[in-house]
């Protein structure tokens, strides 16, 4: 009675376990991929242009800036994962504060009111395809002192932050309501993650 299947010691019909490329230099973004029992075999900070274009819209930049990272890493037979996070208020942008003034600005807007968080990912395939998915996350500070402003700055958190703040930090005791992906805010939705991973052959649980 014929067999199907391999013979025994034939591997040509076993898939080689997909590799992956990350495609930021983000502590936060590594750690995160990490919880998904995924280390990647390469981290490549990318540089691209992260202007937003002229009306373009919070969900539109967030898309088109993970993207452009993805397709920025030259590949060489591995997946490459970008991803980008952004902070709006309204249809406004909220920029990365590098400096004090800035990310007073930010809290002061944010301060009492709803916002959305909007972490975008890209997954590119050895053969260039991508796959994309977002995630919009809502969060709403309590109304902040100036005191709890200025609290804040000096501890420096905000620094190279999206909005101004960063969740994992001490800011996360000053947001009093949030709805969507905590891991979103903090730069890599894992929900979303997790299901673009599995969908191109990566082995998650």
Do not use: N
Request: hydrophobic share 40%.
């Amino acid at each position: 009675m014929p067999v199907s299947g391999p013979l025994p010691g034939d591997t040509s019909a076993i898939r080689p376990e997909p590799r992956l490329t990350l495609a930021s230099a983000s502590p936060r973004r590594r750690e995160l991929i990490v919880r998904l029992g995924l280390v990647p075999e390469a981290i490549v900070a990318t540089d691209i242009d992260e202007t937003p274009a002229k009306r373009e819209l919070p969900r539109e930049y967030a898309r088109r800036m993970a993207r452009e990272k993805a397709l920025a890493v030259r590949g060489d037979g591995e997946h490459v994962l970008a991803g980008d996070t952004v902070v709006a208020c309204g249809r406004r942008i909220l920029p990365k504060a590098e400096d004090e003034a800035t990310a007073r600005k930010c809290l002061s807007l944010l301060s009492g009111r709803r916002h959305r968080v909007l972490s975008a990912i890209a997954l590119k395939a050895p053969d260039g395809t991508l796959r994309e998915r977002l995630s919009e996350t809502v969060v709403r500070f309590k109304p902040l002192s100036a005191e709890e402003i200025e609290r804040y700055i000096a501890g420096g958190e905000w620094h190279g932050k999206a909005g101004g703040y960063a969740i994992q930090g001490s800011a996360e005791g000053l947001i009093a309501w949030i709805g969507g992906s905590h891991s979103g805010v903090v730069g890599l939705p894992l929900f979303e993650t997790r299901a673009l991973l599995k969908a191109a052959g990566f082995a998650i649980g």
